[in-house]
């Protein structure tokens, strides 16, 4: 990358060359439409740093593939897009409840199904969040655009990293393959954020003894610690523990690690929130769209603002309430038939009037369509 200098860049390319700069050095997937340019600048530039691209010979190899790595130390990610998250969900399980750090970049498309491979769409929300079973905390992000996707990715392996839980990248076709003009910050002026290490000996060793943060210390296989993982229920040691009390442990801290943490995780963004009497939450592409309506409202004196979160899970739920409590009305533009807005209404309640703007048909949303629907709701 040259420093300073403004290149033209695709978003998937954003992605895997944030990867490389947060660490990334070992890539496992199998190609789908639309994320597999990032497996292609991956597997040819891995091979340049001591890095491995491997293709594997299915979806639920790729996610295995990428926690094993991960286990022995290495920064790990695959991409895909939903039908490939489907199959990937089980072991997104497996790396939750065995706090493995990993990302998984989902490039979302029109689905159900095969859907419209080309056509983008942000169907896939839900899915991020509930698409293992059972309770488990993940952390998804949305980037807007191509060097928001190389800073996004970036924060996606720092977060992995630093609470050892699965990080999903929720792009969507328009900002994967969308080019635009970008300066990429300076390698050594990115913060990049490590697991921690083992600090105890091997014989005192304990990999699911938590810190004070609630996050344990992870050694890695081949540095002289032997322990146990596992899919089970299970104690500090790592072996199998399905005891009620040790359950509840489990899955309680689990959850807390990213609950007591959500000033660390949770990013948004506002414009001309101050005075907005209308509001709009919109995330990834439709948020551009958004934004660009929100300034043709208020030229013509409309007050109107928007909020747009980066951080989809944990849902950004302080902000949404402090905005329901000034605003009349939010505006939920989603490529879906609704997904964020029932969070949305959970959190708002009855502060405020919510009302979705949607399309399945594998169209953006258009600055036209969100202002239509702004002074519809006038």
């Known amino acids: 990358m040259s420093k300073n200098k403004p290149i033209l860049m695709q978003g998937n390319e954003a992605c895997a060359r944030g990867a490389l700069a947060a660490g990334c050095r070992f890539f496992a997937g199998y190609p789908i439409t639309p994320s597999s340019e990032i497996a292609e600048v991956l597997s ?53 409840i065995a706090e493995v750090p990993c990302v998984i970049v989902d490039v979302q498309r029109v689905g159900p199904s095969t859907g419209g491979p080309t056509a983008p769409s942000q169907g896939d929300v839900m899915q991020a969040r509930w698409g293992t079973h059972g309770d488990h905390p993940i952390i998804a992000l949305a980037p807007n655009s191509v060097k928001e996707t190389f800073e996004v990715t970036i924060k996606a392996f720092n977060l992995s990293e630093q609470f050892r839980v699965p990080v999903i990248l929720l792009l969507d076709e328009v900002i994967g393959h969308m080019r635009e003009r970008v300066v990429l910050p300076d390698i050594d002026s990115i913060q990049i954020i490590d697991r921690k290490k083992a600090t105890v000996p091997p014989e005192e060793y304990l990999p699911y003894k938590p810190d004070k943060d609630g996050v344990p ?10 322990f146990h993982v596992t899919g089970l229920t299970h104690d500090e040691t790592g072996f199998p523990n399905t005891g009620s009390e040790n359950t509840d442990y489990l899955i309680r801290r689990l959850h807390e690690k990213i609950e007591k943490n959500l000033d660390k995780i949770i990013m948004v963004d506002e414009y001309f929130m101050d005075d907005a009497e209308i509001a709009l939450f919109a995330y990834g592409s439709p948020s551009r769209s958004s934004l660009s309506a929100v300034r043709k409202a208020r030229e013509e004196g409309i007050k109107v603002g928007l909020i747009r979160p980066v951080t989809i899970w944990p849902f950004p739920a302080e902000v949404v309430r402090k905005a329901a409590r000034k605003v009349k009305k939010i505006i939920v533009p989603e490529m879906n038939l609704g997904q964020l807005i029932g969070e949305v209404e959970k959190h708002v309640k009855s502060d405020a009037e919510v009302i979705g703007l949607n399309r399945v048909d594998g169209e953006l949303i258009t600055p036209q369509e969100v202002m239509e629907k702004i002074k519809e709701v006038l």
């Open 44 to 96: 040819e530039e891995l091979p340049k740093i001591g890095g491995r691209f491997i293709q594997m010979e299915d979806e639920i190899a790729s996610i295995a593939a990428v926690i094993g790595a991960s286990l022995t130390g290495c920064k790990s990610m695959t991409a895909t897009s939903g039908p490939g998250l489907s199959l990937k969900a089980e072991n997104i399980g497996y790396a939750s």
């Open 217 to 226: 210390e992870m050694a890695s296989y081949g540095d002289g610690y032997r």
